[in-house]
């Protein structure tokens, strides 16, 4: 039996894979997976630094060595991108509860002026004061501070005044914030009416809802729609049509 020379042995031979082979790969693979779930970060990570230790023999120099280095890179890059991707996640809901949080203050700051006007009205017989100055009214007779009339919501600029003449003969003209957070509705009296408006927030502060506060006492945070029905319909005694907020479009700033 003649045999085979050593030269003319066949090719596949010689190309046992060697340790750390599959593991390089593996590392890359998981690397490239990494990109889309981050998760798998630490996996290539791990997969990458075994096999370039060569804890299980040395890493192939044809590439094996390489394609570790990349699958750990890749890992590294995919780790890093996960407080960023955490980051982006976070801040619409941080948005959210922010402004929601904003607007339960501004439902007890007209929960504050509702009942202002109403101890005001007691005061006088049940007469509310007039709107062009019916702020600086609750102002210098110190039922409540300047800063209660700015919603945390409205946007800048917004001119406050707060000084005021209190040995005056009474209080001065004009409103106290510019432009104006809410918008008083003028009545005669105060009534228990719990459907009747007293004030209503400015309508370009919000997109989606509005505030509007009650003769009783009471504020109701109204879907935008339910919300317009309501302002748009808004007359005084008289009949006359009552939207004041028209005069300070806010969205134009």
Known sequence: MSQV????????????PQPGQGLA?????????????????????TLGIIALVGTTGPVPKHGGRGLAVGGLVLGVVSLLLIPALMVGLML?????????????????????LAQSLTMYADTGNGSLPTYDNWDSVLVWNNYISPEILT????????SIATYFDYEAAGP?????VNPPSYFFVPAS??????????????????????????????????????????ISSLTLEDGTRWAPHEEFPLNDQ
């Open 5 to 16: 020379p050593p030269h003319s042995r066949p090719a596949h031979a010689h190309m046992n």
């Open 25 to 45: 790969i593996a590392a890359l693979v998981i690397g490239i997976c990494s990109l889309c779930i981050p998760l798998l970060s630490v996996v290539a990570i």
């Open 92 to 112: 619409p809901a941080l948005g959210r509860a922010r402004q929601a949080a904003r607007t339960v203050k501004s439902q007890s700051q007209m929960r504050i």
């Open 172 to 176: 001065p003209a004009g409103h106290v």
């Open 189 to 230: 009296t105060i009534t228990t009416d719990s459907t009747r408006v007293l004030l209503y927030e400015h309508p370009d502060h919000y997109n989606d809802l509005g505030l509007i506060a009650y003769h009783d006492g009471h504020v109701s945070r109204l879907p935008r729609n339910e919300f317009d029905l309501i």
């Open 151 to 158: 919603s945390p919501v409205a946007p800048g600029p917004i």
